[in-house]
């Protein structure tokens, strides 16, 4: 099962897909970059969805989402506030978090936040 679309948050639309069902806890993956995109995990996505519901989502200005030219949005503040956005919308109460590359260092600020609903963390060729 595939399901994708855009949310409209505060400074732009986000792209984001959803494989996979089941009961098990979904688990949410970080691209890194910054600047990057998610295509590079959409294999990694696709593999992992036959055993649980896996999102990924192109963050603001990579790949399929918007690209806004204000350099006053490149913040850990603003991407961590565009992390919540994306889990409230999608219903991400309770989730699995892999950041990979700048997702790791995003999911470490991110958790470092005192965030809760996050059940376990896999950081991917990140440094802490």
């Known amino acids: 099962m595939r399901t994708e679309g855009y949310l409209e948050l505060p400074n732009g639309r986000v792209w984001w897909r959803r494989e996979g069902a089941g009961d098990a806890l979904p688990i949410l993956l970080l691209h890194g970059g910054p600047g990057a995109a998610s295509y590079y995990l959409e294999p990694f996505a696709e593999h992992l ?9 192109d963050q603001l200005g990579c790949g399929r989402s918007d690209q806004p030219d204000d ?3 490149w913040t850990l503040d603003r991407a961590c ?3 919540d956005d994306v889990r409230a919308a999608l219903g ?3 989730c699995h978090l892999l950041g990979q590359s700048w997702g790791g260092w995003l999911a470490i600020e991110y958790l470092c936040r005192g965030t809760t609903g996050i059940e376990q963390v896999v950081l ?3 440094s802490a």
């Open 49 to 57: 969805a036959l055993h649980r519901p896996v999102i990924i989502f």
């Open 124 to 126: 991917a060729s990140t």
């Open 81 to 83: 506030q565009e992390l």
């Open 71 to 73: 350099p006053e949005l």
């Open 92 to 94: 991400l109460e309770h």
